[in-house]
């Protein structure tokens, strides 16, 4: 953590971000994924909110672009904890697709893809539960239903010739 950083947090340098946001009676507000109320430490990310008028409010994604913007980490499973469960947008199940074709996508612009379609699935189910463990994910066979269009399309992407 740079000095300023640490100082503007109202921490020493080299503190413990956790430890410092609970110190100012933030932390609890912070990790309960509420907004994060206290003094202004984030210029530009305050708001007011409805129910507590006159009381400084961060708004956990602006908390999160901050620490980013000075090179601070926050531990994974936290910031994990700060996001909303993935959802479609639809009534009914939860939906991580947007996850796995992002992921799909990254893998045949790297060109680090499957050749076979079902070890592929197999592959992105694998890195669902390495890297999204609390997402829902679908077993392989359904995986391979729902990228199958969009494996056949960057296929064929790939293989066309300028």
Known sequence: ???AAALS???EPGGNLIEGLV???LGQAFLDRQQLI???MLSGALVVHPGMAGTA???PAAVLS???ANNLQFPKELAAALEPPATSGAAGRPSSKHLYEAELKRRFDAGTQATRISQQARDLVAWMESE???EPRPKSKAMEDAIRSLFRGFSK???QTP
């Open 1 to 3: 953590m740079s000095e």
């Open 57 to 59: 409010c961060f708004t």
């Open 23 to 25: 110190d100012m009676g």
């Open 157 to 159: 992407r790939d293989n």
């Open 66 to 68: 901050w620490l980013r």
């Open 9 to 11: 947090l109202g921490l």
């Open 132 to 134: 999204h463990p609390d």
């Open 38 to 40: 206290g003094r202004a």
